[in-house]
């Protein structure tokens, strides 16, 4: 006995002294100076070796046939670096275990790497020599505990406090297609956040706090590159909802910018609903409360720079309601203006063919309070619809004009002329070819107004019958005959003429006065 509970034994190593061996007669506890540690045979796997001269232990990880000591730290307080430890026989339960079941303000592992460049303080490998299914992880974080940490993280805590530039965590699945490449569940959360990004910095440029990229040429579908849902039917207070933006300290930035210069058939901002039940809700609702001077952009505010064209009438602006009966399309409300403008539609000196305002109904339907309804109930001393243009410049433009398809039949033009202008019916006139023979009425005559010549000397009894060229819904209730020429005029006898849905018949008295080849002008009121 060699010292207590140590003793020396007449083998290959009479210097090493030893107090423990296992069944087979393998060393498992023993001492020896630093020198003499053994490298052969007779140590079992595990065999701890204390260095009597420095107070180092030291643990065989070879084999029992070729022993290799790795010197633990200096009285056992870790282990010295590099060391190499493995395991082929755990399958289940803990390969390393450590429990500091005290541990309150301390460190339960500790790793610090000064000198570290292109390596790894902690590296976790997974082979593909099996595959992790659900419940298995390469790194597994779990607190039953009610953590309240708000200064750093509870379960995990990632502090760089020097780095200016690089990244600080970065995450590589290349092989993932259908997978989750990271996976956020708080299900119980309620005034909480499940993500917060924060920074209190004030010199942000080009950078971002959230930023994501995608290089997809595929076809988009289902979930979208960003995807945020909300399947509950929750409510909103202060109009708080899904996703929502606050800027409310900027002035002259941009609190939202969608991009897509590349668009063709795409869409730039979708916003849809399949509900058949919005009341007092709206799928876009763009507020305001500023009492400044709006100019230059509008509250809101769309432009097209390029000189687009259009097909079936689509245009920057298009608003679509076709299945909508009793409901309103769209709707202007300014209570409160009065020197003001509700719409302004203004376009440039180079329009030619176009329209500023066009409506347009391709259906049958009796529109009964008109295609464009102007209401003023509260009218006194104003003007319900003013028309407007430069009496310096216009000639044969029109203030008004009404058409049957592409021919005007009515205008109102320079300086208040009113223009009838025939269509493609124009009305036909006949005589009953007592004492007139013949008759005309001049090109140019319409339904409304024409000038009417005559061949002969009317008598008692002769009938002029204008045919319309449109039938009036009834009989038009004013007529006039008006002389245009001296054989018309005084003192011969003026003819009178009477109205039904369809003709204006110009009859002359007898026991009058009649001159050869009168003309005569007519205008028709209904």
Request: hydrophobic share 40%.
């Amino acid at each position: 006995m060699a010292g207590s509970g140590f003793y020396a034994v007449a083998n290959a190593y009479p210097l090493v002294n030893v107090a423990f061996s296992d069944t087979s007669n393998n060393i498992t506890l023993c001492s020896c100076l630093t020198t003499n540690i053994p490298t052969g045979a007779g140590f079992a796997i595990g065999c701890e070796l204390i260095a009597t001269d420095t107070g180092y232990h030291y643990v065989n990880t070879g084999t029992a046939t070729v022993a290799s000591f790795v010197q633990l730290g200096a009285g056992g307080g870790g282990f010295a670096i590099p060391a190499v430890g493995s395991d082929s026989t755990t399958t289940s339960g803990n390969s390393f275990a450590l429990t500091p079941s005290a541990l309150t303000t301390g460190n339960g592992l500790i790793i610090t790497g000064n000198a570290l460049t292109s390596g790894f303080l902690a590296d976790l490998v997974h082979t593909v020599a099996s595959n992790i299914i659900s419940g298995g992880s390469m790194l597994n974080i779990n607190s039953a505990g009610v953590d309240s940490a708000t200064t750093t993280g509870a379960l995990l805590n990632l502090v760089g406090s020097a780095s200016t530039a690089g990244t600080q965590v970065l995450q590589t699945y290349a092989a993932l297609t259908t997978g989750i490449a990271e996976s956020i569940v708080a299900n119980a959360l309620t005034t909480g956040k499940g993500v917060s990004i924060t920074s209190s910095g004030t010199g942000m440029t080009s950078g971002s706090l959230l930023y994501i990229t995608s290089g997809s040429t595929g076809a988009v579908a289902t979930n979208g590159i960003v995807s945020i849902q909300a399947t509950g039917n929750y409510t909103s207070t202060s109009n708080v909802g899904a996703l929502t933006l606050l800027a409310d300290s900027t002035t002259a930035g941009t609190v939202m910018k969608v991009s897509g210069n590349a668009i063709t058939t795409g869409m730039g901002l979708l916003v849809s609903s399949t509900s058949t039940g919005i009341t007092t809700g709206s799928l876009l609702e763009v507020t305001t409360g500023t009492t400044g001077l709006v100019a230059t952009n509008g509250i809101v505010y769309l432009v097209a720079t390029g000189a687009y064209t259009s097909t079936s009438n689509i245009g920057l602006l298009n608003v679509v309601a076709d299945s909508t009966i009793t409901g309103t399309v769209a709707r202007i409300s300014a209570a409160a203006v009065t020197s003001g403008t509700g719409l302004l539609i203004t376009g440039s000196a180079l329009q030619t063919t176009g329209n500023l305002l066009k409506i347009t109904n391709a259906t049958a339907a009796t529109a009964t309070t008109g295609l464009a309804n102007f209401t003023g109930a509260g009218l006194t001393t104003g003007i319900l619809f003013q028309l407007v243009a430069g009496y310096a410049v216009l000639t044969t433009g029109r203030y008004l004009s009404a058409n049957d398809g592409t021919q005007e039949v009515f205008g109102i033009g320079a300086n208040g002329h009113i223009h009838s202008v025939v269509s493609a019916a124009p009305p036909t006139i006949a005589t009953n070819a007592t004492g007139i023979s013949a008759c005309a009425i001049t090109a140019g005559g319409t339904d409304t107004c024409g000038i009417i010549t005559t061949t002969g000397t009317p008598a008692s009894g002769t009938v002029l019958t204008i045919t319309f060229g449109k039938t009036y819904t009834t009989a038009p209730k004013f007529a006039i005959v008006n002389p245009v020429n001296a054989a018309a005029g005084n003192p011969n006898t003026i003819p009178y003429i009477s109205t039904t849905a369809t003709t204006a018949v110009i009859t002359w008295p007898a026991g009058g006065v009649y001159a050869a080849t009168p003309s005569y002008s007519y205008l028709i009121v209904a």
